[in-house]
């Protein structure tokens, strides 16, 4: 799903996890627009001579203490492009699926390659550089290995120049592919077991050794176009490149049949159960091919984030090169030792996987897990301290989402001969009918099973506080499932099939069925399964009616353990947490990992980044390499006009007149601002959910800083959050008209400091409830910081 569009709480982001990623630059949205609305030009990269734009360099620093191996993923691109090619239906196209020679196509080599660059006159399907070149599909995923035999040793850097795209041979195969996109949906690996690195690399070189027709998967490169290489020496280079420019070499990954009697497959991909740390980017933005930017090349930013969204191993933060001086880094800079120790104490493992040892038996008991693992064999299988497969990885942990579709349809690979689950502890044989399989799970995951039935199966206000917000989550997935049943082919996705009777629906098993819960994505699974059977999510746009507050709720919960700590009702205890997860991810050290990345797949606070770059760097266990050395902060809570009031800190003019002062920080119900502002020019709106500040006669007290130190207060008196909730009704109706530009029982300036009261008494308030289809507006807007020009 990598390069796709994905909802997320209702704001269309393009997203390179396998559904996830978006743009947002240090600026205004809207200056964005204006800047970039018609598109830019391509670099030229054909040619002995490409221009440097042509390439983003990828640069990892090895802070751990034994060496790694990186492999750099090209992806499958075959979605839906621009639909009118050269020649239009006769050669390929249209490249959006339809008419009646249907093509599908990478939309981002059509704009690099400006549709026709290897088009003269008329396309022959018998000549070179013609044929399927007008959609450009990309079938195959790539693998680049970069330093697979020497690898990088600890304290190591290694640099590699990555081109926009690359013009493969394929003489011996004109079925293949014709060219390879390496910025649209790239991926990194980052592996710690050379055994692992070769489960793969040396199953690409047995491949090319196999001399059979269809194996010839290794890259040979044509002149007329860009490859990957090792990044030359710069004077301004910080750093020693290791990389080794005979070991970079790419191959086609995937299952090969490579002949013999009886056949054989070898399989070179990447498999699910090999210990890597992966992440995802996209090294340009290309709209959609479809809508007002048909496929524009908007610019040559990177766009990246850190995913923990499928599994966490590796410490690992990454930031852009040369981009803008005060973009911070995203992921943790937390060194192995103390990032496995969390992970070990999240999944109740040692450092070799093996559960804890019960007191009373002094054996290894797997019921005294508290999370899932990877699995790891043992070689010897009865003897827990016989050496493992990957004999030098730590633990690697799932996501809740992971883990839940694995039990929904458990994956497996082969060791020795034997066939072994991806995932452990897996019960065997394992079951979907009571007693139900998932009860004997780890303790902590097994909860998130648990806390969902008191509050949406076996509903249960006194286990289930919050039983209010899930209301409207279950009832949509409930509808999704249903349309999935009627109007999809259930057969074919066996897992999906119904198993269970809830709230008089017949629904999928309850790992099926969370699995797409906890991934926020439609049962859109299976052939002839669009979005014409089965429809998205509701987007937070949507009036309450059309059920836009359910992504609302699923946010706030998704952060229960943060939104409700101080509540002694709702307060999040054992047993009683959507998803823990969320809160290892995000929750403080040393028992949590303090991480700025992704959790689950809509985790719009720790939001993905875009700047200007010229290429991205990553560090693996330490901050050592990275052009800033603080964390970026989370985003604010966006915008939701039927559910949330907005506060926004006034922002300076573009381009800013001199003298400047920007924000710093601000803070939500502090006196003291504790939050950095991401964009401090021109922050965006901060979204409120009433239901979760302080009531009356407390209020809450909204507090910001200035790049000079200055403090600023105002306070917010009352918010009403009487049923129903949506649409919002938090204040009377209110318009500025000056001099009166607040209502004095909404607005409180009595807290501002006496250097900054003038400020507060300018501070704007709107309220105006929703009238039919119209959504509400309550808003406050501050003047800009104290000392810039008016």
């Known amino acids: ?31 964005i627009d204006k800047a970039e609305a018609a598109g830019i030009l391509p670099p030229k990269c054909e040619g002995g001579s490409p ?78 550089k013609t044929w399927p070149a007008l959609c450009f599909p990309v079938r195959s995923d790539y693998y680049l290995y970069v330093n697979p035999t020497t690898g990088v040793a600890p304290g190591a850097t290694v640099s590699v120049l990555i081109p926009w795209w690359a013009h493969i041979n394929r003489d011996k195969n004109v079925n293949l592919d014709e060219f390879v996109d390496w910025w649209n949906a790239g991926r990194i690996y980052i592996l710690d077991d050379q055994t692992a690195l070769n489960e793969s690399f040396q199953a690409s070189l047995d491949i090319v050794k196999s001399r059979v027709a269809n194996s010839d998967i290794k890259l040979a490169y044509l002149s007329d176009g860009p490859q990957p290489t090792c990044t030359p020496k710069r004077p301004t280079d910080q750093f020693t490149n290791v990389c080794v420019a005979t070991e970079l070499a790419a191959y086609r990954a995937g299952p090969v049949n490579v002949g013999g009697n009886p056949a054989k497959t070898i399989d070179n991909s990447l498999g699910k159960h090999i210990p890597y740390q992966l992440n995802e980017y996209t090294l340009a933005s290309v709209d959609k091919p479809s809508g007002a930017g048909l496929g524009q090349l908007v610019n040559l930013g990177v766009n990246y984030n850190v995913s923990n969204v499928d599994q966490v191993y590796l410490p690992i933060a990454m930031a852009p090169i040369n981009g803008p001086a005060d973009a911070g880094y995203m992921g943790t800079t937390l060194n192995v030792t103390d990032f496995r120790k969390a992970m070990q104490n999240f999944a109740g493992t040692d450092a070799n996987g093996n559960p804890p040892v019960n007191q009373q038996t002094k054996q290894y008991d797997p019921s005294l897990l508290k999370w899932p693992i990877y699995n790891n064999p043992q070689q010897d299988p009865k003897n827990l301290n016989s050496p493992r497969k990957y004999p030098n990885a730590g633990i690697r942990v799932p996501s809740t989402f992971a883990a839940l579709a694995f039990y929904a349809s458990p994956g497996m690979f082969i060791d020795q001969g034997k066939t072994l689950p991806e995932i452990v502890p897996l019960p065997t044989p394992y079951s979907f009918t009571p007693p139900e399989s998932w009860r004997t799970l780890p303790l902590t995951f097994r909860n998130v099973l648990v806390n969902w039935e008191n509050c949406a199966e076996k509903p249960n206000a006194a286990l289930c506080p919050l039983i209010g917000w899930y209301n409207g989550l279950w009832a949509t997935f409930d509808i999704n499932y249903s349309l999935y049943l009627s109007k999809c082919t259930p ?81 999040p205890v054992e047993g009683r947490q959507f998803n823990k997860y969320v809160e290892f991810i995000h929750g403080p050290q040393p028992n949590f990992l303090d991480a700025s990345a992704y959790a689950y797949s809509i985790d719009d606070l720790q939001s993905f980044q875009h700047f200007p770059g010229d290429g991205l760097v990553f560090t693996i266990g330490g901050g050592n390499g990275l052009p800033n050395q603080n964390k970026i902060p989370p985003k604010p809570p966006l915008p939701a006009q039927w559910y949330l009031f907005t506060v926004t800190f006034g922002g300076l003019k573009d381009p800013p007149q001199p003298p400047i002062v920007r924000w710093k920080k601000f803070g939500i119900c502090k006196s003291d601002p504790d939050w950095e502002f991401v964009n401090k020019a021109n922050p965006d709106g901060i979204g409120l959910d009433a239901r979760l500040l302080p009531q009356q006669p407390q209020g809450c007290v909204i507090s910001a800083e200035d790049e000079k130190g200055k403090i600023y207060r105002f306070k917010i008196k009352k918010y009403d959050i009487t049923p129903p909730a949506f649409p919002i009704h938090v204040w009377p109706n209110f318009t500025p008209q000056a001099p009166v530009v607040f209502d004095p029982n909404v607005l409180d300036c009595s807290v501002s400091p006496p250097d900054t009261a003038a400020w507060c008494a300018q501070i704007n308030e709107v309220a105006k409830a929703s009238v039919g289809n119209t959504p509400p507006q309550y808003t406050i807007s501050t003047p800009v910081p104290i000392g810039n020009p008016p």
């Not at 620093?61 to 993923?73: A, D, F, G, R, Y």
């Open 51 to 128: 221009e440097a734009a042509c390439f983003k360099e990828i640069r990892v620093v090895n802070n751990t203490n034994k060496k790694i191996w990186v492999v750099i993923q090209a992806s499958i691109i075959v979605q839906p492009a621009l639909s009118k090619p050269l020649n239009g239906d006769k050669w390929g196209g249209p490249c959006d699926g339809t008419g009646t020679n249907p093509q599908l196509g990478d939309p981002w080599l059509q704009r690099a390659l400006e549709y026709t660059s290897w088009v003269t006159g008329s396309p022959s399907p018998q000549k070179k």
């Open 491 to 571: 057969a074919a996705t066996p897992y999906l099939l119904p198993r269970r009777t809830a709230r008089s629906r017949q629904l999928p098993s309850l790992e099926a069925y969370l699995q797409f819960v906890h991934g926020w994505v439609p049962f859109r699974v299976g052939p002839n399964c669009g979005t014409a059977q089965v429809p998205d999510l509701p987007p937070v746009e949507n009036p309450p009616t059309l059920g836009g507050y359910v992504v609302i709720n699923y946010q706030e919960i998704q952060y229960d353990f943060m939104n409700f700590a101080n509540n002694p009702v709702l307060k």
């Open 1 to 31: 799903m990598n390069g796709q569009t994905k909802k997320s709480a209702g704001r269309t982001l393009l997203f390179f996890y396998a559904t996830l990623i978006g743009a947002a630059f240090l600026m205004t949205a809207s200056a």
